[in-house]
Every structure is written in structure tokens, then in C-alpha cells.
């Protein structure tokens, strides 16, 4: 009977570890872009939805309807509008790029299509997420200001805000292979950021910032070499503390006043590989990917 009844207990508790059992899976998607996007943020659109679709054949869809009725009595005569809203999301997450997604580029007339194939490493998602508010903002502080388009000299501004206190880290990469660590700050030793819930949180902006931090506070202007560039800033949150990726000072040259200095930084395969790790051994940790575009 003791054999028995430790057997159960054991397998109650691998029951959570063997649904989040990593799978290795291929996707491909063909994205027929509109005139007014360009090859890299249709290669960046083609990606994410082969990787969406993988996971929705996969692990399948949670699909939720939400219903909203309103009577309005007006002489004598009733008016009824029922509102429905409908919405799905995939049940796995994507955790790990294998190797680099092979493109294909052709035209279909005047129309851009991008063909992608991609490997990775997924999961289940067994568990609601935490529904953090997170906003990149241009040239203000209150949320109003958000936006995915940039001007060389805008300047960057990140707000947070988590029902639960935990552990923040925020990415930029780029187009050239790198990637940049914008919080924790630079004079950061510790290499990680505390946030406290239900809390709004404005980062790189040293005259709003908490008097304590103000000396270590970064901020940023962004610059533009081309006529467009495409990045990603990437949120990354969890409960449970983790530590930034290893990185170094940044090789570029600082040639305008207005900016303090590049943000330290690794290469986009050394970050993704740390994010792989980290959400690996971290169920609860949650990332999201921002794309903006910066334009001259």
C-alpha cells in the first residue's frame, strides 16, 4: 500500500513536467506582403506566422467569445445591439530558433511574397500567463506616446506595469546580428531588475525616474545608417529572478554628443541561445517581441 501510494504522489507530480516536454518541429508559411511593407518587415511577418501556425497544428487553439448586449429605449421603441467579440490564441510557445530561417523572395506581379521555412524547439502552454502592460513610447513619457515608428533623433522610452512583482530585463536587436541590453542599466552590477506589482514603471528617462536610480539611468536616441532599419525590442518578465546574458561594452563609436553610449551588447545568436536556456529552465517567464522601425 506505501509503494502504491508513493507511486501516485510521483506521478502527480510529473504530470506538469511531462506536458511541458519540449518538441522539435519545421514550419513554412508563404506571406503575400501589401505594397506599403517592406522585404524586412514582411520577412519578419512570414517568420512569426509560420512559427504561430506550427504551434496551432501542433498544440492547438484556445478560442474565447465574448457577448455584450445593449437595449436602448427611445419613444417607445426598443433598439437591441448585441455585440460579439471572438478571439483565439495558440497554446504553445515558441522557444528556440535551430539554425537560421531559410527565405525565399519572389514577385507575384507587383506583389512581394516571402516564402520561410524555419526548425525550432516548442512547447504546451499548460498555464495562463502573466498579463504584463508594456509600451515603447516616442518622444514622451505617457502611453499616448507609443509607437512602432521611429525618426533618427527620437527619443526611446520603455513604460511597464505587472499584476505581480518579479524580474525584468529588456533586449534591442538589430539587423546587423546584435543585440543590445537596455535594462538592466550599464552601471547595473547586480545584472538584474526588480519591479514591484501593480506599479508603473518609466524606463530611460533620468527626470522621472526614482531619485535612487537616477545616476544610473541610460537613456536613448536613435540613430539610423540607412534609410530604414527594422529592430526588435524584446520585454522579458518572470516571477523568479534571472540574471541578464553575459555581454560586453559596445565597439561603436560614439560620434554625437546627444548620446550617452551604446547600450552593452552580444551577438543575436548568443542572446537567443541565453533566452532559450532561460525560458528552458523558467515555465513562468514571459517574453514579448516588439518590432519597430527606424527611418532617417
Known sequence: MRTTLITIILLVF????????MKTMEASYTYHAPENVTLEQ???TALSRAQIQALADEFGTIVSQSNDTRIE???????VDFLSIGNSEVKGEWIETIGEPRYQISYEGNMLVVTVKVKGKAREIVS???????????????????SDIFKSGDDLYLSFRSPVSG??????????GQAY???PYRNQTDGIYTVNANQRYLFFNIK?????????VDEYVMTCERESEHNQIYVIFSPKPFMKAVDRESLKEVTDDAIAGFPRELSSAEFRKWLAKARTHDQNMNVRMIPITIKK
Open 14 to 21: 510529473s504530470l506538469p513536467l511531462m506536458s511541458q516536454k
Open 42 to 44: 514582411a520577412k519578419v
Open 73 to 79: 429605449n427611445k419613444d417607445g421603441q426598443s433598439k
Open 128 to 146: 495562463a500567463s502573466i498579463d504584463f502592460h508594456t509600451h515603447v513610447l516616442r518622444n514622451g513619457t505617457d502611453n499616448k506616446f507609443e
Open 167 to 176: 524580474y525584468l530585463a529588456v533586449y534591442l536587436t538589430d539587423a546587423e
Open 181 to 183: 541590453c537596455l535594462l
Open 208 to 216: 522621472e525616474a526614482p531619485q535612487n536610480e537616477r545616476s544610473m
